[in-house]
């Protein structure tokens, strides 16, 4: 069977590798006589899965003991609320720097729960840069939050502020696991699973064990991070299967050459088609300005609506899924994780010439 070419943003392609590795054992998972999802999740068969999937995610991001690695529902949304829930104390202000929507929802929520202070946002640049200079925080700041990748703009932090005294929290949602990452330098990190790491239904949080203390007793138990700290995500009933995959696809990770192979296989794969857009004496035209250009997003526009619609259509009659930008915005993107494979990205380039050419 042909794979599809699949450029959707999240929920994304996943490698074939795990798909068919998850079929193998899909009856009947390590001679078990039950599937993955069948398995009480206190069993052996499925703490293992568990254990492996957390140790697997240390060894490839390189996580340092002093940091828990949590498994959460309720997606990159619920963490919106939970962060400043836990980490915003009477007196103290959640900072936001906004490059997108998500950052603005993330913000949105913060301030339901207490004060808040934007530390710089690009929105009158229509969101096509990253605001590396002129942010400020306020003297009262009980966390600095970003959003390291933005789907939907397609930019991408290059390098991150610098965590003086103040807890950098990241919404790593589109590009956790696709490059090499200092850990050290922030103190939260979450990210919804469907893009880079596996299927949607489990959220990876990673946190400074320091910072657990901030959360008040009088938080509800499921949305308090410790919950899930001292039992190990294992309070309740965890999304077994989403972990399951979550496993295989760090396996597959690891088996690649980890991050440092990774890294630069995105970066090939996204010069593929910001070259197609530069070449093509502004035929397409790239939305995010080249220094925030992401990796994992290529977002472009063209001459106008009519042609626009009409690549859209083509592009959709040749087998290509998911390019339409996402509805905030309008225009094309191309989402190219981890799993997308250089073939396809290539198909796609040559699709871009082409129809260029004939437009
Ligand atoms: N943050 C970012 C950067 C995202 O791309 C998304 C989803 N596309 C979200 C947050 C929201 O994630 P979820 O649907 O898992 O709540």
Wanted: glycine fraction near 6%.
């Amino acid at each position: 069977m042909n794979r599809a070419l699949n450029f959707n943003a999240g929920p994304a392609a996943l490698p074939e590798a795990v798909l068919a590795e998850a079929e193998k054992n899909w009856l009947n998972f390590n001679h078990s006589g039950m599937a993955v999802m069948e398995l009480s999740h206190r069993s052996k068969e499925y703490e293992t899965i568990h254990e492996q999937a957390i140790l697997l995610l240390r060894d490839l991001l390189s996580i340092p003991d002093s940091y828990e690695i949590l498994f959460l529902q309720g997606g990159a949304s619920l963490q919106f609320s939970m962060v400043p829930m836990n980490l915003l104390t009477e007196g103290k202000a959640g900072n936001y720097i906004l490059t997108g929507v998500w950052a603005e929802k993330a913000l949105k929520e913060a301030e339901k729960v207490g004060e808040t202070f934007i530390s710089a946002s690009s929105k009158t640049q229509q969101y096509k840069s990253i605001p590396t200079v002129n942010a400020k925080t306020s003297e009262n700041a009980a966390y600095l939050h970003i959003t390291s990748n933005n789907t939907i703009y397609g930019t991408q932090w290059q390098h991150f502020p610098a965590n003086e005294g103040i807890p950098l929290v990241a919404d790593m949602s589109s590009d956790l696991l696709s490059r090499k990452l200092t850990i050290e330098n922030f103190d939260l990190i979450y990210a919804g699973a469907q893009k880079n790491l596996g299927p949607s239904g489990v959220t990876v949080v990673i946190i400074q064990k320091e910072l657990l203390s901030r959360s008040s007793n009088h938080l509800p138990t499921m949305l308090n991070y410790n919950t899930y700290a001292t039992h190990n995500s294992l309070y309740n009933t965890p999304p077994t299967l989403a972990i399951y995959l979550l496993k295989l696809v760090l396996e597959w990770a690891k088996e690649l050459g980890g991050l440092t192979v990774i890294e630069k296989r995105n970066e090939e794969k996204a010069k593929i088609l910001y070259d197609a857009i530069d070449c093509s004496e502004g035929f397409y035209l790239g939305h995010a300005e080249k220094e925030s250009r992401s990796k994992m997003n290529v977002t472009f526009n063209l001459p106008d609506e009519e042609i626009a619609r009409s690549f859209l259509h083509q592009a959709k009659k040749e087998g290509f899924i998911g390019l339409n930008g996402h509805r905030s915005v309008g225009g094309c993107r191309a989402s190219i994780y981890n799993a997308m494979p250089v073939e396809h990205v290539f198909q796609l380039a040559a699709f871009m010439k082409k129809f260029r050419r004939y437009n």
